[in-house]
T-cell receptor, first 113, second 114 residues
Framework: AQSVTQLGSHVSVSEGALVLLRCNYSSSVPPYLFWYVQYPNQGLQLLLKYTSAATLVKGINGFEAEFKKSETSFHLTKPSAHMSDAAEYFCAKAKAAGNKLTFGGGTRVLVKP | DTGVSQNPRHKITKRGQNVTFRCDPISEHNRLYWYRQTLGQGPEFLTYFQNEAQLEKSRLLSDRFSAERPKGSFSTLEIQRTEQGDSAMYLC????????????FGPGTRLLVL
């Protein structure tokens, strides 16, 4: 069973529009959750992480995500898309110990001018 | 540059050949991870080290795969008798040991097996 599910493998947004990327997780205990971004031919860069402190997490480049335990979700948003936001985005979870990451399948974002 | 580095960045090989990849982590990081990413998928965990000890291996890591981190610094990932299904991006990441520290990823090694 998929531990991390990202709804929508591709998302197309207009420049200046809201970016919303959905992530749901399954876990028997509250996990640690992450969003990473991957630009073409590059490694993954951390956008933000949730580690059981504030449920609304602010990250780099204007992104933020909200942890909702009741919905087992950790959706990523950005109020206004820039052309430079075109990339692939991965949601991931980790256990408290061990720290290996389990990734979702990724969502590729296309930004239209 | 103090980030994670990986070499080579690209490798093309023929089926049946052996290949070895290297990862140099951020210098003070004692945890090092290997992941594999196939086209259109998220990365999948392969194995990780704390210092020189290999603490966990995924069942994805078949007998043809071996990873080492002999002095607790750089790591190598070797694939013996490569198969076309081994074609993927191999990502290395490193982190500090503290609970759920951020993993910093290298640029990856893209392997193509012909």
């Amino acid at each position: 069973a998929q531990s991390v599910t990202q709804l929508g493998s591709h998302v197309s947004v207009s420049e200046g529009a809201l970016v919303l990327l959905r992530c749901n997780y399954s876990s028997s205990v509250p996990p640690y959750l992450f969003w990473y971004v991957q630009y073409p031919n590059q490694g993954l860069q951390l956008l933000l992480k949730y580690t059981s402190a504030a449920t609304l997490v602010k990250g780099i480049n204007g992104f933020e995500a909200e942890f909702k335990k009741s919905e087992t979700s950790f959706h990523l948003t950005k109020p206004s898309a820039h052309m430079s936001d075109a990339a692939e985005y991965f949601c991931a979870k980790a256990k408290a110990a061990g720290n290996k990451l389990t990734f979702g399948g990724g969502t590729r974002v296309l930004v239209k001018p | 540059d103090t980030g994670v580095s990986q070499n080579p960045r690209h490798k093309i090989t023929k089926r049946g050949q052996n290949v070895t990849f290297r990862c140099d982590p951020i210098s003070e990081h004692n945890r090092l991870y290997w992941y594999r990413q196939t086209l259109g998928q998220g990365p999948e965990f392969l194995t990780y080290f704390q210092n020189e000890a290999q603490l966990e291996k995924s069942r994805l890591l078949s007998d043809r795969f071996s990873a080492e981190r002999p002095k607790g610094s750089f790591s190598t990932l070797e694939i013996q008798r490569t198969e076309q299904g081994d074609s993927a991006m191999y990502l290395c990441a490193s982190s500090l040991e503290r609970a759920v520290e951020t993993q910093y990823f290298g640029p990856g090694t893209r392997l193509l097996v012909l």
